[in-house]
């Protein structure tokens, strides 16, 4: 596509964002997907393994496969879920918490970067932006049935 699209500059910012914070976790002998991970489980309770996937956007399959991961190097437990005896807890190890403070340490170094070169008012009608497409997609208002752009 030639014209730049909202589309196109989300997911050529995000693939560049991505290949940069898989490129960093490789420092930490991690990648991306575990970082992430890492900061989705919560350092004190421990979080259920069925409220893992949606609060990351992922599929079990996927989530499966990086949790299994992430057991074998020793950076979570599995325990069973006192309030739900089907239900299993995701619980960081020492090694976990240590790996999510390397984890949590590059997010929030993009952030300063990121923001030093931002005002706050353009930072601001960034972040309207992209609540307002989540917003539009969440809701479902961008392909209806008597849309008269959705042509795929």
Avoid: C
Wanted: hydrophobic share 35%.
């Amino acid at each position: 596509m030639k014209e730049l699209t909202i589309d196109y500059a989300l997911r050529a910012t995000w693939q560049s964002v991505a290949r940069m914070y898989n490129e960093e976790a490789k420092n930490f002998d991690t990648t991306m997907a575990v970082g992430f991970t890492l900061l989705s489980i919560d350092p004190k309770t421990g979080t259920p393994s069925t409220a893992l996937g949606p609060k990351m956007g992922m599929e079990a399959t996927s989530l499966s496969r990086i949790l299994k991961n992430m057991e074998e190097k020793g950076l979570i437990k599995r325990k069973p879920n006192p309030n739900d005896g089907r239900g299993v807890l995701i619980h960081l190890t020492d090694f976990g918490l240590e790996k999510r403070k390397d984890s949590k340490d590059v997010v929030l170094t993009f952030n300063e970067v990121v923001k030093k070169h931002l005002t706050e008012e353009k930072l601001n009608s960034f972040f309207e932006v992209i609540d307002t497409i989540n917003k539009l997609v969440v809701d479902k208002k961008i392909y209806t049935k008597d849309s008269k752009t959705n042509k795929l």
